[in-house]
């Protein structure tokens, strides 16, 4: 499920001194400079609780780890145990370390699961509901990154505790999102909830999560399996049950975080490290930037139409090529090599002109692909786009299958 409630706000906060925030009385800092380090977040009090850790000996990782804990409590719609995410981190001798913690379809998940029975889309259900629910990966997912950490999970997981059992006061900007979506809130759970409530809320009111208290213990108990197996998986399974989802305890037990290896690339001079798939960020990343490569963004200035042309002009190539190329590798074969070559970048954008938008119709994915081992003989060969390719990609419905996801990227020392 996707719940937008509130807009992003990038908040850095850096307290010097011992004293912890106060989570009735705390401000947004959107600016500040810091000497020993900086933690920013979606939230002032999950950015708290990671300098909080910082503070006690932890590095970027065990900071990374509580402040998306604490997002879980504080800005669920950034950072939340039901979703899922990618870490994209830089150690300080060089390594390069990424980790796939992204939701995946439940095992009883198929192909016309999003359809109605004349095979039409039902958008609704991959949106909303239990249906719309992958198996959550946050978990797995920060459990595996405690490798790269230095401190215990139950002292990382502290502060949202707390955060969850006491509460917190919400802003103006929170309680209009809670009261927004109260309707949605009602409609889609079987059981109350803690983000409704009889009056309206205001600028100010606490807001305690007792259950998410419950099962952030659970997990400072036992670690994933305090998640994945035993009451938590119960609840979940029983949940899914009653409102016509499809995750069973099954499913909860066979979700494993994967550590991929890290899609790599050069531009101007700068090493790139970023997520490689099944996050189609990285190669469209690597893509956008090889349509801009050669093209003097600098002498044109920030924001101004020639560059903002440009870089849109690249967006709609590289989302064209998204839509019709990319899925998750462990499902459907990706031609990456082809998709991120230089001179197949250079021959997307040839046909760009200064001052004119290129017709949306005529933007289409490049391909169709020869096979990876054939493409590799004949690389120096100078390239020619072909024909846009019509095939249609068992990638889309996985990548619908797989939902939503949010993502964690630090650079740490040891």
């Not at 399974?237 to 499809?246: C, D, H, L, N």
Request: glycine share 10%.
């Amino acid at each position: 499920m996707r719940f937008f409630l509130f807009p992003l706000l990038l908040l850095l906060t850096h307290i010097s001194t011992a004293q912890q925030a106060d989570p009735y009385h705390y401000s947004s800092r959107k600016y500040m400079e810091a000497k020993r380090f900086a933690v920013s977040s979606a939230h002032p009090l999950a950015s708290e609780a990671g300098a909080q850790i910082m503070r006690e000996g932890g590095n970027a990782v065990d900071a990374a780890i509580a402040v998306q804990l604490a997002l879980a409590v504080v800005y669920p719609q950034a950072g939340n145990l039901g979703g899922g995410g990618f870490m994209v981190a830089r150690m300080a001798d060089g390594r390069a370390v990424t980790i796939d913690y992204r939701e995946k379809a439940p095992g009883r998940a198929h192909r016309d699961m999003y359809l109605d029975s004349a095979g039409n889309p039902v958008t609704a259900r991959s949106l909303e509901g239990h249906l719309a629910a992958g198996v959550p990966g946050t978990v797995a997912g920060l459990v595996a990154s405690q490798a790269y950490g230095r401190l215990p999970l139950s002292k990382l997981i502290a502060p949202a505790i707390a955060l969850a059992e006491k509460g917190f006061a919400i802003t103006e900007q929170e309680a209009h999102g809670l009261n927004r979506l109260r309707g949605m809130f009602v409609r889609l759970n079987t059981k109350p909830n803690a983000f409704v409530k009889d009056t309206p809320w205001k600028t100010g009111d606490t807001l305690i999560q007792k259950d998410l208290a419950n099962t952030l213990r659970r997990i400072a108990k036992k670690g994933g399996k305090g998640f994945y197996a035993g009451e938590t998986a119960r609840l979940v399974a029983a949940e899914m049950q009653r409102g016509g989802g499809i995750i069973t305890e099954k499913d909860m037990a066979a979700y494993k975080a994967i550590v991929r290896r890290p899609l790599e690339f050069r531009f101007r001079g700068h090493d790139v490290i970023t997520m490689p798939l099944p996050s189609s960020g990285g190669i469209g990343l690597q893509q956008m930037l090889g349509m801009v490569e050669d093209f003097p963004l600098e002498k044109t200035g920030f924001h101004s139409p020639e560059a903002v042309q440009r870089m849109i002009e690249a967006e709609r190539r590289a989302y064209a090529d998204r839509a019709e190329h990319l899925g998750d590798p462990d499902f459907v074969k990706v031609p990456v090599a082809q998709l991120t070559d230089k001179k197949y970048l250079q021959a997307r954008i040839a046909d760009f002109v200064a001052g004119k938008p290129s017709p949306s119709k005529g933007i289409t994915a490049g391909g169709p692909f020869e096979s990876t081992s054939a493409w590799w003989t004949r690389r120096a060969t100078p390239y020619r786009s072909p024909p846009p390719s019509t095939a249609a990609m068992a990638a889309k419905w996985w990548s619908a299958a797989r939902g939503s996801c949010s993502t964690t990227k630090w650079t740490t020392s040891p």
